[in-house]
């Protein structure tokens, strides 16, 4: 009798061990085919991936207004020529906290032995002190600002500075929705005009373009990253995983960041050019569809670009696209390029104005119906999707 107990408990116990092991080995593909035939509470995020919501996000993340002698001077060489910059947001913590934004960009020109930006122009010709010569500017590494000389002044002063508060922010708030950022490069170097002379840039190609993967894995650990090859997994290419099992569940995705590279061109092959199907990369690349290395796209034209955003939602990529140009509808007040961006189905929707226009016509950008910070996508969320399930 003993002995039959025994076999009995050792049964019982590896049929337990089965069902524990089929458990944690079911893909998530697998329970959104069983377990979502209606989503609720308890399952909306093992039902929803993170190209069906819609986010908001902000462009040029980091920047702040000239101050208005800089302006004065800057309109004085050419008329009209500082209206385009004149916008500005709040630290990176605020708009996550206090806007619910859940994507942003950063400009980056490379500075290899620190100091080359450390001096602006116009700081000096505007008294601007709190931008000349700060520490962080002599250190090695990139660095986050709009132009050179003109359009400096930055809410975090460095690479390394910014994704520092990104981590906090995210460590802090663990059950995030995917925070999604944009690195654009910048490598241009404009030409004089009148007094006005610029720093001249560090190219930046595919000696240097990797600096960037190094500089944000020495802030955040690899688990707090979804990378390309997370997203792959065993497929040939990152399109056809995207195609085939979709991008990670929500559930997947909570707390973690994902980087985008905003630029195309030399730029992004550059930084293919050990890789086509991004592997080992941390950024995935604004990519056409069938290159091996497209999940993500850069479509920032929604006035002429709608139907195509919208096709290709549908077929499951990660859009960004934007809502207003800078100064442009903030002036006019005109809502048809974001109506459009909205509508389209692009899930990063990105704005200078999640707060009203400072130019009277109370233009603003704000998710319609949304609870919290994102929205059922209006084009690729499953049917039962409701915007209040989507929480944080």
Excluded at 120 to 144: H, T, W
Excluded at 273 to 297: C, D, K, Q, Y
Excluded at 303 to 314: D, F, M, P, S
Excluded at 366 to 378: F, I, K, S, T
């Amino acid at each position: 009798m003993f002995i039959h107990i025994k076999r009995d408990l050792l049964i019982s116990f590896c049929m337990s061990f089965f069902i524990l092991w089929l458990n944690v080995h079911t893909t998530s593909s697998e329970k959104t085919a069983n377990d979502c035939d209606e989503i609720t509470e308890e399952n909306v995020d093992d039902c929803i991936r993170l190209n069906q919501i819609q986010v908001l996000g902000t462009h040029n993340s980091y920047k702040l207004a000239p101050t208005e002698k800089l302006a004065k001077l800057m309109n004085a060489e050419s008329p009209g020529r500082a209206i385009g910059i004149l916008y500005e947001h709040r630290p990176l913590i605020e708009q996550f906290s206090e806007l619910q934004i859940r994507q942003i960009e950063l400009d980056i020109f490379a500075d290899p032995d620190g100091g080359l930006f450390a001096e602006p122009l116009g700081a000096i010709k505007s008294d601007d002190q709190r931008f000349i010569r700060p520490n962080e500017m002599y250190q090695p590494g990139y660095k986050v600002l709009h132009v050179q000389d003109t359009d400096y002044r930055s809410t975090c002063l460095t690479l390394q500075s910014c994704l520092l508060e990104v981590r906090q922010w995210s460590l802090n708030n663990p059950d995030h929705l995917p925070l999604a950022i944009l690195i654009e490069v910048k490598d241009n170097t404009p030409d004089d005009r009148g007094d006005f002379t610029f720093q001249e840039a560090v190219r930046v190609d595919e000696w240097n373009i990797f600096d960037i993967d190094d500089e944000i894995w020495s802030v955040f650990e690899p688990g707090h990253v979804i990378t390309p090859d997370d997203v792959r997994g065993n497929h040939t290419t990152l399109e056809e995983a995207i195609l085939a099992d979709g991008w990670p569940t929500l559930a997947e995705s909570r707390g973690r960041i994902l980087f985008m590279l905003d630029n195309e061109g030399s730029h992004r092959d550059a930084y293919l050019s050990r890789s086509e199907i991004l592997e080992n990369r941390v950024m995935f690349t604004s990519s056409e569809p069938g290159e091996p290395s497209a999940g993500f796209i850069k479509m920032n034209n929604a006035l002429e670009g709608y139907e195509l955003i919208h096709e290709r939602v549908q077929a499951g990529y990660l859009i960004r696209t934007r809502s207003d140009i800078p100064a442009q509808e903030a002036i006019s007040g005109d809502t048809t390029r974001r109506e459009n961006a909205l509508n389209s189905g692009a899930q990063y929707i990105s704005t200078d104005y999640p707060e009203p226009s400072p130019f009277g016509t109370g233009y603003i950008v704000a998710l319609p119906g949304a609870e919290g910070p994102a929205r059922c996508n209006p084009v690729s969320a499953p049917p039962g999707c409701e915007n209040h399930l989507i929480t944080e």
